[in-house]
């Protein structure tokens, strides 16, 4: 393994919120995997970020089927500080039983699969055929369990549209914003216009729909190298010039923004599944949130995630069979309830249950028929290899400090691009 590449990556990250849950019932396994003792008493730690949907009441159903284990769910505060940890620590010592990580640091998970516990080849095609090969290493081990999937609409705040003079019905709302970049863009600037308030959260959120619309953004998929597409310059100028005056200038996961959902800051983001559960969770007093089934350029996926066993890890077995219950379709479904997280399962995705599902928040808008036809709108599965996250990451940085006025947008561009040789 390489120790160099580990000890670049970062230092510890902040654990947000801890909760702790005793357990009990039978023993068993629900997809067929490693099993465990089920007299051995064993605790048994989850490390998480965002909101998986995975709340105390749904891992106290676990206690049904094992009465011997404690489970202890560690939340970070975002991916960024999820993903330090994960390579700070990955073949040492102090990972969790199991670790979530998200799609777009996959590929350098990928270098140290040997690191991971396979998932058993009894869950195998239990996925999204894509979902499984993103987690699959050379030897065809499987070593993730796949969690969501990020297919996109657009949530917008009804009584500012109202206040706007646009419509707000979610069906017109979705004929208003139908078409390209473009049109969003022209429906932001009427907005502002006639409000003289920010149209969307921030540049940074922006640019991601854009980009993962692109098929090879900044990598060959043949070689694996960087190779920056030119759309990437055309997205980034594009979303940039929108921002000037529709952004509200918001970081995403900043306290700003947090405070931005509940306070009407802003009239519309981007909105993947899991990011349902961010809303609601932090506006819980507003009424006005809606979700509308379009999405600027056709459609689109942002996300989504995998739960991996450290193969060092004190309980494989037992975590094994915790990831098989937590990737299950029926706990897929319940947290697709708790959180919007929209499921990889397949068997989870021909689900009546899902298919009717509403949201009593968003208007009770019928959010499992928007997002399936979301998922079925994506036509573009972006190739994201292992310098991915390191050029994307550098890239948000350069879209923030043109949002706070460090930089302008020539000068912040010229340094990421110069960041991104340094990568090379």
């Excluded at 040997?114 to 290493?137: C, F, I, N, Q, Y």
Aim: net charge negative; with cysteine; charged share 20%.
């Amino acid at each position: 393994m390489n120790t160099r590449a580990l000890r670049r990556i970062g230092l510890i990250a902040g654990v947000a919120t801890t909760s702790a849950l005793v357990l009990a019932g039978c023993g068993g396994t629900s997809g067929g995997g490693a099993t465990s003792d089920p007299n051995e008493k064993v605790e048994l730690t989850i490390a998480t970020f965002n909101d998986f949907g995975y709340t105390d009441e749904l891992l106290a159903e676990y206690s049904k089927e094992h009465p011997n284990v404690t489970i202890v769910h560690n939340k970070a505060a975002t991916s960024n500080d999820a993903r330090a940890n994960y390579f700070q620590k990955l073949g040492k010592t102090g990972l969790a039983d199991i670790e979530a990580i998200e799609i777009d640091w996959m590929p350098e998970v990928m270098k140290y699969a040997d690191l991971l516990a396979p998932v058993p080849d009894s869950l195998k095609g239990r996925w999204l055929d894509w979902k499984e090969k993103g987690a699959t290493d050379s030897e065809g081990n499987l070593i993730g369990y796949g969690t969501d999937i990020g297919p996109e609409g657009v949530c917008y705040r009804s009584d500012l549209f109202a206040a706007a003079g646009l419509p707000t019905d979610r069906d017109e709302v979705a004929k208003l914003l139908e078409g390209d970049w473009a049109k969003y863009f022209s429906v932001g600037a009427d907005y502002t216009a006639k409000t003289g308030k920010a149209f969307f959260d921030s540049a940074g959120g922006t640019y991601q729909g854009m980009i993962n619309q692109v098929e090879a953004a900044y990598e060959d998929p043949s070689s694996g190298k960087i190779d920056i597409d030119p759309q990437v310059e055309k997205l980034y100028n594009q979303v940039l010039g929108a921002a000037s005056t529709q952004s509200a200038h918001f970081s995403q996961w900043s306290d700003d923004w947090f405070a931005g959902l509940s306070n009407g800051a802003f009239a519309t983001m981007l909105c993947p599944g899991w990011m349902l559960g961010v809303i609601s969770g932090n506006a819980k007093d507003v009424k006005g949130w809606d979700i509308a089934n379009v999405f600027p350029g056709g459609g689109g996926n942002w996300g989504g995630s995998y739960l991996t066993v450290p193969a060092n890890g004190k309980h494989v077995a037992a975590a094994q069979e915790l990831a098989d219950w937590l990737t299950s379709p029926e706990t897929q479904l319940k947290a697709f309830t708790n959180a919007g997280t929209f499921p990889s399962q397949v068997d989870a995705m021909k689900s009546d249950t899902l298919l009717s599902a509403t949201n009593e928040f968003f208007n009770n808008a019928p959010t499992g028929q928007i997002l399936t036809d979301r998922a079925n709108a994506v036509t573009v599965s972006p190739f994201k290899g292992q310098f991915y996250f390191q050029i994307n990451d550098a890239m948000q940085k350069a879209l923030t400090r043109v949002e706070e006025g460090t930089q302008d947008a020539a000068a912040s561009w010229a340094q990421w691009k110069t960041e991104v040789d340094a990568i090379k």
